[in-house]
């Protein structure tokens, strides 16, 4: 027999080479299609009838066999299989329990905490990540003060927001401003947007802390907001629960639609001492002379430049004066 091609809809490969036969050989009896295939009698018998069963053989009453439409048949087969995927994934998605059943493996220590939970560990906080937001059944907020995503963040955030959203799960984000400056962040959440999350953009200082609510009922926050690596505090009490939730929508009321943010037409994100750093950058030749222009020291100057290097992406002072034209913010 050749490749199983349609064990992707569920068929055996003697039932699809008994199908593919009969294809060949429409209106032909089944007698002793078992020696045809070198199978036992009762395994044909068997395949003949599943066949049936999903309509891939049509009943005759002289005894020939006529094989349904291949088109027909794939459509049906996938329909029929696409409706079982569907039901599994119902199934595993409210299989939180079996998540329990094995952490009470593991005795008393390690028992699902009913107030805060500390979790150490990067590798350890992006495991919990992925579990929250794999069971997540209804709803994620999150405020993530991140200035860009690496293409490894984004390699790894995007199966997990997309099949959250897939299964009907509302996000609701808020990202800061300047995330919008990096062309790949900014590519990744008007992805996310358009497949349905709702994202907002708040300006620095209104999203500076990350936090994660899922469900409504458990909430991920860093344990030091400076070092997101040294670990995270989990709670499930609801009175710190909604004193999260309370914080998030009043971030979400002040931050901005994702169409209507800067930046989203060409729009400079910078703010005003940051546009006026970027116009002395492209015009004035010394700090010095930047500096006293500005009316700040040299070294607050210089701080400014560096920054605006960073968000820029840039190598030098004079690729970053390219890049900022090239975006229309100068």
């Not at 028992?111 to 937001?133: C, K, N, V, Y």
């Not at 990202?175 to 358009?194: C, F, I, N, Q």
């Not at 750093?277 to 700090?287: E, H, T, W, Y």
Request: charged share 30%.
């Amino acid at each position: 027999m050749g490749d199983n091609e349609m064990a992707v809809f569920g068929l055996s490969a003697t039932e699809e080479e008994l199908y593919r036969h009969f294809l060949r050989n429409p209106g032909t009896s089944a007698d002793g299609v078992h020696l045809l295939l070198r199978t036992a009698d009762e395994d044909a018998a068997r395949a003949l009838d599943r066949l049936r069963e999903l309509g891939l053989l049509l009943p005759a009453t002289d005894g020939r066999v006529v094989p349904a439409d291949p088109e027909q048949a794939v459509s049906h087969l996938a329909d029929r299989r696409l409706h079982e995927l569907h039901q599994d994934l119902r199934r595993v998605t409210r299989a939180r329990h079996v998540v329990e059943g094995l952490r009470a493996e593991q005795g008393a220590r390690a028992a699902t905490p009913q107030g805060i939970e500390q979790i150490e560990g990067l590798a350890a906080i992006r495991g919990r990540i992925e579990d929250l937001a794999f069971f997540a059944r209804a709803e994620i907020l999150s405020v993530e003060p991140y200035t860009r995503l690496s293409p490894e963040n984004i390699a790894r955030s995007r199966p997990l927001d997309l099949r959250c959203l897939a299964r009907g799960v509302t996000i609701r984000n808020v990202v800061r401003r300047s995330a919008l400056a990096d062309p790949p962040t900014a590519a990744y959440l008007r992805e996310l947007a358009a497949s349905g999350a709702h994202i907002r953009v708040a300006d620095e200082g209104e999203a500076g802390e990350r936090l994660l609510v899922y469900d409504r009922r458990t909430v991920l926050v860093p344990l030091d907001p400076r070092d997101t690596a040294r670990g995270a505090l989990l709670a499930h009490k609801s009175g710190l629960v909604a004193g999260i939730i309370a914080l998030f929508e009043k971030i979400w009321a002040q931050a901005a639609p994702l169409d209507d943010a800067a930046g989203q037409h060409g729009e400079s994100p910078l703010s005003e001492m940051e546009r006026r750093v970027l116009l002395a950058m492209c015009s004035v030749g010394k700090d010095e002379a930047g500096a006293r222009e500005l009316g700040v020291s040299v070294r607050t100057y210089r701080r400014h430049v560096a920054d605006l290097m960073q968000l820029l992406g840039a190598a030098s002072r004079a690729q970053a004066a390219l890049l900022a034209r090239e975006r229309g913010w100068v």
